[in-house]
């Protein structure tokens, strides 16, 4: 009776073997090919027929032989050993060559014109890699929905993740042109007493505390709106609805176009630092190494100016 399959603990190395020496023909050859000499070969073959229970090969002084059972092992062997090199082959390109599915999630509000140029550059540098942006507010966990990369403002609470810091969040007072032209004068903080307030509710209702180095100024508001939706802020802002702290970086393009004007130069509510934050992992993919290397300077002059 033949001695049943042993799948607990196989050696994989012997079935290496047993393909290189049918392949090549003898063992000898494969002997050559694989740089070992003809008695571990044929210690290994031994081996792998002693662990299977059957013949694999027929040895003569001439000739080696494959049995029907050899046929039909290296048929199905030397497919799977083929499917595990060109695994192993796309892995090492991988180290070196970006590639794959980038997935990058961040806030709502971070989401414009500039950052996705930011992405399309790097994507023009490396076509091999797709990118899909997940937007939430929410700290999604990177592990468990299988995200490389998020781009986060303010403080970190997790120490697993690594991170690099890239610029700064700085909240600050602005108001659209129009609301301005009708509006008292603000040159002081106290200024803004005389004006109507868009309220942000987790930065306060009844006031505002601002700073300008060690200065700092506590102001009594006359809120017009509150709301703990900063788009909502933002968007009675370009109304001109009255004044909003907002973070720099929701303002930028308004700013450029003439439609947010920024007011009380250096006075900021809160400044909150820019992290770009991944898992930590022994081997960093190539796809993500580039990214973190090419965009985040890049990522850096945009929230820094």
């Known amino acids: 009776m033949n001695n049943p399959v042993n799948p607990q603990n196989p050696d994989l190395n012997d079935t290496l073997v047993f393909v290189r020496v049918a392949q090549a ?11 070992m000499p003809t008695s571990t070969l044929s210690v290994r073959v031994s081996r792998l027929e002693k662990r299977l229970g059957v013949t694999l090969l027929q040895r003569t002084t001439r000739r080696l032989h494959l049995t029907e059972a050899g046929q039909t092992y290296l048929h199905q062997a030397a497919r799977g050993l083929e499917d595990i090199l060109q695994a192993e082959a796309q892995l090492d390109a991988g180290k070196h060559e970006a590639q794959g599915l980038l997935r990058i999630t961040l806030p709502i509000d971070m989401g414009d014109d ?4 930011i992405l399309s550059g790097y994507r023009a540098r490396h076509p091999g890699v797709a990118v899909e942006l997940v937007f939430s507010d929410a700290r999604l966990d990177l592990v468990a ?3 490389d990369l998020a781009l986060r403002a303010g403080e970190l609470a997790d120490s697993s993740l690594v991170a690099r810091q890239i610029g700064q969040a700085r909240w600050a007072p602005f108001a659209h042109p129009d609301y301005l032209a009708r509006a008292p004068a603000l040159r002081v903080p106290k200024d803004l007493t005389q004006h109507a307030t868009l309220c942000f509710s987790p930065l306060g209702r009844d006031s505002w505390t601002l700073t300008r180095g060690k200065t700092r100024a506590q102001v009594p508001l006359r809120c ?5 939706d900063m788009r909502l802020i933002r968007q009675l802002a370009l109304d001109g609805q009255g004044v909003a702290l907002l973070p720099d970086y929701v303002c930028r393009r308004e700013v450029d176009h003439g439609h947010l004007v920024p007011l009380l130069p250096g006075w900021y509510a809160r ?3 820019i992290h770009l934050v991944y898992p930590g992992q022994r081997f960093v993919p190539a796809k993500l190494r580039h990214f973190i290397d090419e965009a985040g300077p890049a990522l850096s ?3 820094d100016r």
């Not at 500039?114 to 140029?117: A, D, K, S």
């Open 25 to 35: 023909g003898g063992f000898s050859a494969a002997a050559r090919l694989l740089g």
């Open 145 to 147: 929905q299988g995200l």
């Open 271 to 273: 400044t909150d630092p």
């Open 224 to 228: 017009a709106f509150a709301a703990n």
């Open 301 to 303: 002059a945009l929230f």
């Open 114 to 117: 500039q950052l996705l140029g």
